[in-house]
T-cell receptor, first 110, second 112 residues
């Protein structure tokens, strides 16, 4: 069975400080990993996916298969980054199911 | 495109009443998902449709929950009878096969 763990329910950082949102997964095959973001009173939206290897809004995430992790990082937090962040796993391109972590609420203190 | 559309955005009802949530997926998308979001359990998949056919309903909590997709542009999630523990935000999402999922704004359901 696949599982996604986000160990922190709440993460508070000061503006300008580095941010790291942790995500660990459990899956025996080669998964696809995603980060979704939900700003206050807005819909859930895709932030980035590991296969794209891109930086969105200054965020990056590297898939570490050895540690089964997909941590989300940003060197300098902005107030507008305050939101709920969900890590999600899909078991492969042909799979339909996304398994979500329980989310981490990021609060950036001005 | 307006994206995935859900209605109503908020629903307050009393225990025992029937609740119907509605979703219009993005045109051209062939997969539709219903999720439930709670503080305790996070985001859970309830049911998945592909080409209007229910493929996986293993996440539907119990017989009080039912979902239909009569055509490619409309789906409903019904709870009958509703209970206070059904209070949650219900999201609908759609996608084209192999592409990312696009989420609707959600329906916040409160059962008193």
């Amino acid at each position: 069975a696949q599982r996604v763990t986000q160990p922190e329910k709440l993460l508070s950082v000061f503006k300008g400080a580095p941010v790291e949102l942790k995500c660990n997964y459990s899956y025996s095959g080669s998964p696809e990993l995603f980060w979704y973001v939900q700003y206050s009173r807005q819909r859930l939206q895709l932030l980035l996916r590991h296969i794209s290897r891109e930086s969105i809004k200054g965020f990056t995430a590297d898939l570490n298969k050895g540690e089964t992790s997909f941590h989300l990082k940003k060197p300098f937090a902005q107030e507008e980054d305050s939101a709920m962040y969900y890590c999600a796993l899909r078991s492969g391109a042909g799979s339909y199911q996304l398994t979500f972590g329980k989310g981490t609420k990021l609060s950036v203190i001005p | 495109d307006a994206g995935v559309i859900q209605s109503p955005r908020h629903e307050v009802t009393e225990m025992g009443q029937e609740v119907t949530l509605r979703c219009k997926p993005i045109s051209g998308h062939n997969s539709l998902f219903w999720y439930r979001q709670t503080m305790m359990r996070g985001l859970e998949l309830l049911i998945y449709f592909n080409n209007n056919v229910p493929i996986d309903d293993s996440g539907m909590p119990e017989d009080r929950f039912s979902a239909k997709m009569p055509n490619a542009s409309f789906s409903t999630l019904k709870i009958q009878p509703s209970e206070p523990r059904d209070s949650a935000v219900y999201f609908c999402a759609s996608r084209r096969t192999g592409d990312e999922q696009f989420f609707g704004p959600g329906t916040r359901l409160t059962v008193l």
